[in-house]
């Protein structure tokens, strides 16, 4: 299975992969029904999660039913438990929208709420992070996972979302990173796809993040709270969801 779920990844656009999982999803939650593990986002439970990664996979961490990863589990219990998301009116915008939120963020009455990304077949507005076609001062809420990664110039890029964002509004950027390393390390002339996913951990990311990301993104101007949520959570629930321990939130504010 391991095999396999890596051959698609590596071979099948992700907005084709975005329409497929529609389909696949029913059949998968239906077969690895179960107790073991649970997927907060939606209440259901299993023997086992996927395995997923570009490079070295990881077990047990592909929910069978929303195809949530650690970290979209991680973010919606913040969400859920510490923020007002799902009851305040909000204007929201999300880039690059995950599959596991998209639905049920537009489904929320209490959210004006609007996606964004250059392919995703999931986007309402195309567009490039880096330009923007929205005002100044438009969004209660941004948020932006697992994009900066993928974009050369990713000063621009969070100098557009700081420039969006309303006064007071909120984002949530998360990203890859390796908190072993001081400082992010990145390298142009690295472009080679199979080296790309040797050296940065994916084919199409450009840099890994090192423990500087959070003071970058306050030289932009956000004020930036770096929250390790999975400390507040008991023991068995990181390992009963799948979170990955120690995974850093940065919760950003203008």
Aim: with cysteine; charged share 25%; proline share 6%.
């Amino acid at each position: 299975m391991k095999k396999l779920f890596k051959l698609i990844l590596n071979t099948i656009p992700r907005p084709i992969l975005i329409r497929l999982s529609i389909v696949v999803r029913p059949i998968l939650a239906f077969l690895l029904k179960g107790n073991r593990f649970t997927d907060p986002i939606d209440g259901k439970s299993f023997r086992m999660f996927l395995p997923y990664g570009y490079g070295t996979q990881r077990n047990n961490v592909l929910s069978p039913s929303t195809l949530s990863l650690e970290r979209h589990r991680l973010l919606w219990l913040y969400l859920q438990n510490e923020t007002d998301f799902f009851t305040a009116p909000k204007k929201v915008l999300h880039f690059a929208p995950e599959q596991e939120f998209y639905k049920r963020f537009k489904k929320q009455s209490n959210l004006d709420y609007t996606t964004t990304d250059l392919f995703s077949p999931l986007a309402d507005v195309k567009a490039d992070i880096c330009n923007l076609p929205f005002e100044d001062n438009s969004y209660d809420m941004i948020l932006c996972n697992h994009v900066l990664e993928h974009i050369p110039d990713d000063t621009k890029a969070m100098q557009e979302l700081y420039r969006v964002l309303k006064s007071g509004g909120m984002g949530i950027f998360q990203i890859p990173q390796d908190l072993s390393r001081a400082t992010t390390f990145a390298d142009d002339s690295i472009t080679d796809p199979k080296e790309r996913a040797k050296i940065f951990g994916q084919y199409d990311h450009v840099r890994v993040y090192g423990r500087d990301y959070f003071d970058k993104l306050r030289s932009i101007g956000f004020k930036v709270n770096e929250v390790d949520y999975t400390k507040t959570i008991a023991p068995e629930l990181v390992e009963k969801y799948c979170l990955s321990k120690g995974e850093i939130i940065p919760i950003c504010y203008k």
